[in-house]
């Protein structure tokens, strides 16, 4: 064999392995695309790109038939047997591959994919080279060109690609081994979402133990809560039953959320230049538009969506704008600590989405808002119990990093 074609191999290989191209031992060959007229409802499957996902073949998503003499006549070199490897040779992205299954004994593809069918120890060879180009790095060596971003690999590069061969048994104990490792990692994988899952629910769990007075212990010398309520309104008037809790701890007191914090528009102006508020990110939408009226926005103030699936959500505004009908300010007792009340408003965060007003879309109930009964602690108790929700919420958050 001349040897000249694999002088620029990418990697040493041992002894008894050999530098091949993929025509050395197997037939490749592109797809085709048949004209309109070819397809039909029930015929011969047809194989699109898109029924390559997760590096199978997946016929029922959006399935497409072509009729059986199209099959074997215009298409007949690229009739696909049980077993076949299939790469797309168009990209972004390059490298799917698939093996054809056994419930397609017939098929045939389109032309952004080749077929790589082994002469001989095909089962062994096509499980092999799936798990060698999935490596990519072959594939990425390869110089591609296109139009409009897109990336092409040609019949001749899919002949030529360079592949190291190890001895057939070699191969066999390289696939077993691989599925072995990939079954680890699918195990890990699922264990990651697992413990993905455990930590959203360590997290409510904190938020709710840190409204219940369950987190930090309470101190009898801190000044007990109905005293800071009193400063907030002098005149308030605490609920008489509690529809959360059986008792309060020490020193906590019983209100509602409108006695803490309230949801306000912003300042009316006239004749300025409006930004809009973009309500995903409160950034700016567009700028210069005189407007004869609005609700102004500083930079900086905190906001809570009253509309959307996300009703409830809690944002900082980066720039100065004007507010638009889908959110509020959130303005806070400055008796209270700012960082407490935002936890106690996440805690319910699931009860304002719960409700709807006027429509099908999830809407803040603001005088539901209002009304809901908080447990409020001492605001020593309150500053103690942010700092100690921050740092298991951080140290959650760099559990779920390392993930």
């Known amino acids: 064999m001349d040897k000249s074609h694999y002088k620029n191999v990418p990697f040493e290989i041992p002894e008894s392995w050999t530098w091949c191209r993929v025509d050395d031992f197997a037939y490749v060959a592109s797809g085709s695309t048949p004209s309109k007229d070819a397809f039909v409802e029930k015929g011969i499957p047809y194989i699109k790109m898109y029924n390559l996902r997760k590096q199978q073949i997946d016929f029922f998503f959006h399935p497409q038939y072509i009729k059986p003499e199209v099959h074997n006549g215009k298409l007949q070199r690229s009739r696909t047997e049980v077993g076949d490897l299939i790469m797309n040779i168009v990209g972004p992205p390059l490298g799917k591959l698939a093996i054809i299954p056994s419930d397609l004994p017939e098929s045939n593809f ?4 080749v077929l790589i069918r082994p002469y001989m120890y095909k ?3 096509v499980n092999y080279l799936f798990f060698y180009l999935s490596e990519m790095s072959e594939i990425n060596s390869i110089s591609t060109k296109g139009s409009a971003g897109q990336v092409n690999i040609s019949l ?3 002949q030529n690609m360079r592949i190291a061969l190890p001895p057939l048994k070699e191969q066999v104990r390289i ?3 691989v599925r072995k490792l990939f079954t680890y990692v699918d195990s890990i994988e699922g264990n990651a979402c697992e413990l993905e899952e455990l930590i959203d629910n360590t997290k409510r769990s904190i938020l709710r133990m840190a409204i219940q007075g369950k987190l930090v212990k309470q101190n009898p010398s801190d000044e007990p809560a109905i005293e800071l309520l009193k400063r907030i309104n002098p005149d308030i008037q605490i609920p008489s039953d509690n529809p959360h809790y059986q008792k309060l701890p020490d020193g906590w007191a019983l209100t509602t959320m409108k006695n803490i914090c309230q949801l306000r528009d912003g300042e009316k102006q006239s004749d300025s230049p409006r930004i809009n508020l973009d309500v995903k990110f409160l950034r700016g939408k567009s700028e210069g538009e005189m407007v004869s009226s609005g609700r102004f926005v500083p930079s900086g103030s905190t906001m809570i969506l009253v509309d959307g699936e996300n009703s409830g959500e809690i944002f900082t505004s ?4 004007y507010q638009g009908s889908t959110f509020k300010l959130l303005d806070v007792s400055t008796e209270m600590n700012m960082s407490f009340v935002l936890l106690v408003i ?9 409700n709807k007003v006027g429509s099908a879309i999830p809407h803040l109930n603001k005088k539901l ?3 809901i009964a908080v447990m409020i ?3 020593e108790e309150q500053h103690r119990i942010v700092e100690a929700t921050q740092q298991y919420l951080n140290l959650l958050e760099y559990i779920s990093d390392k993930l």
């Open 110 to 113: 389109n032309q952004a994919a």
């Open 175 to 177: 696939v077993e081994e």
């Open 377 to 379: 602690p001492p605001i």
């Open 318 to 321: 980066e720039i100065d704008g």
């Open 156 to 158: 001749t590069q899919s």
């Open 346 to 354: 996440k805690s319910h965060q699931q009860e304002f989405r719960e």
């Open 369 to 371: 808002f209002k009304e």
């Open 123 to 125: 089962e062994i060879l």
